[in-house]
């Protein structure tokens, strides 16, 4: 598929063309992280560099705990040995903070695991990784009120001054408890407006039609 010529680039294929999804062709165009050139970087490679991508469906690894599964991507994204004591004590905050029941760490990743487990484990995991962009996409996709709070609650803890959350979303629910800088529309593969969080107050209450 030609992500560029067909300018059917949609919100979710933009992550992915960002990350470098071998499901998709780019024939043209760059992708600069801080400068430099990531194109044609592989996907793991490009998560090195610190671009993190969450799932609208997270994958399930059977026989890998979350525990384990957290560590080994650590390891990965730095390149040094995770050291136990003080990856336990980040872990214990995190997940008290998005209300993550520990019996879940040592659990199958998303084996089996509600709708709203996975979206905060994709949130545990951006914590734990800490990379210089996050990308959510629909993050608040089926959850529930009181879940998008959690949710909403683990991206201000990561982000600061010295990193970037793109929240890729189809409503604005998500953005009430959190300090949005920009919001972008994004329709056949183009950015029809820009603007700060009264545009998402805007589309609240208008709706899209008028980009359509």
Request: glycine share 6%; charged share 25%.
């Amino acid at each position: 598929m030609s992500l560029w010529d067909q300018m059917v680039l949609g919100k979710t294929t933009t992550a992915n063309s960002i990350l470098n999804n071998p499901s998709y062709t780019k024939t043209n165009g760059s992708i600069l992280l801080e400068g430099e050139d990531i194109t044609n970087l592989k996907t793991d490679e490009i998560a090195r560099k610190g671009v993190f991508m969450s799932f609208q469906l997270p994958e399930e690894i059977m026989g890998v705990s979350v525990t384990n599964f957290l560590k080994y991507a650590k390891n990965k994204m730095t390149g040094k040995p995770v050291k136990i004591f003080e990856f336990k004590k980040e872990l214990k905050k995190y997940t008290q903070a998005l209300n993550i029941n520990d019996e879940n760490l040592e659990r199958s990743l998303n084996v089996g695991f509600s709708g709203g487990e996975k979206k905060k484990n994709e949130i545990l995991q951006m914590l734990v990784l800490n990379p210089k962009l996050a990308i959510l996409d629909e993050t608040d996709s089926g959850l529930d009120v009181d879940a998008i709070k959690t949710v909403s609650k683990g991206i201000e803890m990561f982000k600061n001054k010295q990193n970037a959350v793109l929240i890729i979303t189809h409503n604005t629910k998500i953005l009430h408890s959190l300090k949005v800088d920009y919001v972008h529309i994004l329709v056949n593969g183009k950015i029809v407006k820009t603007g700060d969080a009264e545009l998402a107050k805007e589309i609240e209450e208008k709706g899209y039609a008028e980009y359509k």
